[in-house]
C-alpha cells in the first residue's frame, strides 16, 4: 500500500501558518489558535488511535475483511497529520517541552 505523506501534511501546514499568522497580526486571538490546534489534535488522534485499536482487534482475531486496508490507510495518514502538528506544537509550547525534557531545570 502506498501511503501519501503531502497530501495529510501539506493542508495542516497551510492551516497552521495561516491561523498563526492570524493570531500574530491580532486577527484571531491565542486562545481560538489554541483551541482550533487542540481540537485538531483531538480529531487526528482519535482517527489513528481508534483505528489502529480497530486493526488490532481484527487482526489479533484473524478477521479479514475489506475495511482492513481503508483503516490501516486512514490510520496513517492521522498518524503522518498528528507527527507535523506535534511539530507545530513544540515551536508554540518550547519552554513547556523544554522543561518536560528536563533542558529547562
Not at 492551516?15 to 486577527?27: A, E, F, N, R
Not at 488490532?56 to 483503516?71: E, K, T
Request: charged share 10%; no cysteine; aromatic share 14%.
Amino acid at each position: 500500500m502506498v501511503y501519501d505523506v503531502l497530501t495529510p501534511a501539506v493542508p495542516v501546514i497551510a492551516l497552521y501558518i495561516l491561523t498563526y499568522g492570524l493570531q500574530k497580526l491580532k486577527i484571531v486571538n491565542r486562545g481560538f489558535h489554541v483551541n482550533l490546534w487542540n481540537f485538531i489534535i483531538l480529531l487526528a488522534f482519535t482517527v489513528s488511535g481508534i483505528g489502529g485499536f480497530v486493526l488490532l482487534i481484527l487482526i489479533d482475531n484473524g478477521i479479514r475483511s475489506y475495511l482492513n486496508p481503508q483503516l490501516l490507510y486512514w490510520h496513517v495518514e492521522a498518524g503522518i497529520a498528528l507527527t507535523v502538528i506535534t511539530i507545530f506544537h513544540f515551536h508554540y509550547y518550547p519552554g513547556s517541552i523544554s522543561r518536560i525534557m528536563g533542558a529547562g531545570r
